[in-house]
């Protein structure tokens, strides 16, 4: 079961950089058969492109970390690094999906102990779900926010709202399992794996259904 499930992290989390690199490839091929090649433009692409596959490099890594409880060496982070990164990184996703990101801070308690590659593994999970869910989502604006507030004493949250489609009732009290998905095409990790990264860092996760989409959350305990 251990290794199953190591090894379906480590293609689930290798799929991201890869899907990502693909992605700004093929917007690289489009800008230089374009009227305007603009250098600048084209190395920002580059220069992405590379961030990616050094990404790659270390999911093996990080995921043992996960399933092998290796030792972790844990650093001082600021969330908001961890949410702008993470933020960066999906911006071509999110703009090709229409999708407008927005990150909003409301508290000065922003520091954790933590490892921040996969802080930012258990966000990207969120967020590429909200951009899912926005997918046939009937809404003139699709948009999610990315709130870090102060939450019980001592605790910090990142919660990630959209107004997609909503999670069933169906699978609202498992969606943090492993291989739990209404998706055609999802394998039911993403949540797993950012249950995982979260319970690494002495926090838990939780979901709510809001009016119109849903709330996802990671609580952290403040450095
Ligand atoms: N923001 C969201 N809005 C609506 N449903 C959600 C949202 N996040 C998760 N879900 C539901 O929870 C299920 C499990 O999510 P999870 O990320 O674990 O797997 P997946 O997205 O289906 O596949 P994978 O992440 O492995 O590609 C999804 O299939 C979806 O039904
Ligand atoms: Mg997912």
């Given at each position: 079961m251990a290794v199953r499930v190591m090894t379906a992290y480590v293609a689930h989390e290798l799929n991201h950089p890869l899907g990502t690199i693909i992605n700004l490839a093929n917007i690289l091929a489009r800008r230089l058969v374009g009227p305007v090649v603009r250098p600048k433009d084209i190395s920002q692409h580059i220069k992405h492109i590379k961030a990616e596959a050094v990404r790659a490099t270390s999911v093996i890594k990080n995921m043992r970390m996960l399933t092998?409880?290796?030792?972790t060496a844990y650093e001082s982070l600021s969330l908001i690094e961890v949410c702008q990164d993470t933020i960066a990184r999906m911006k071509p996703l999110a703009k090709s999906k229409q999708v407008n990101v927005r990150l909003e801070v409301r508290?000065?308690?922003v520091r954790v102990q933590g490892v921040k590659e996969l802080l930012e593994t258990a966000l990207y999970n969120f967020i590429i779900n909200s951009i899912a869910a926005l997918?046939?989502?009937?809404?003139?604006r699709r948009l999610v926010t990315i709130r870090i507030l102060a939450r019980g004493p001592g605790e910090t949250t990142i919660q990630v709202l959209d107004n997609g489609?909503?999670?069933?009732?169906?699978?609202l009290d498992k969606?943090?399992?492993?291989?739990?998905?209404?998706?055609?095409?999802?394998?039911?990790l993403g949540l797993a794996i950012a249950g995982d990264v979260i319970r690494l860092h002495h926090g838990r996760v939780c979901c709510h259904q809001r009016k119109s989409g849903t709330c996802m959350e990671m609580i952290l305990p403040q450095q």
């Open positions: 092998e409880h290796m030792p508290t000065t308690f997918d046939h989502a009937n809404v003139t489609i909503g999670v069933p009732d169906s699978i969606i943090f399992e492993p291989f739990v998905t209404t998706r055609t095409d999802g394998s039911g």
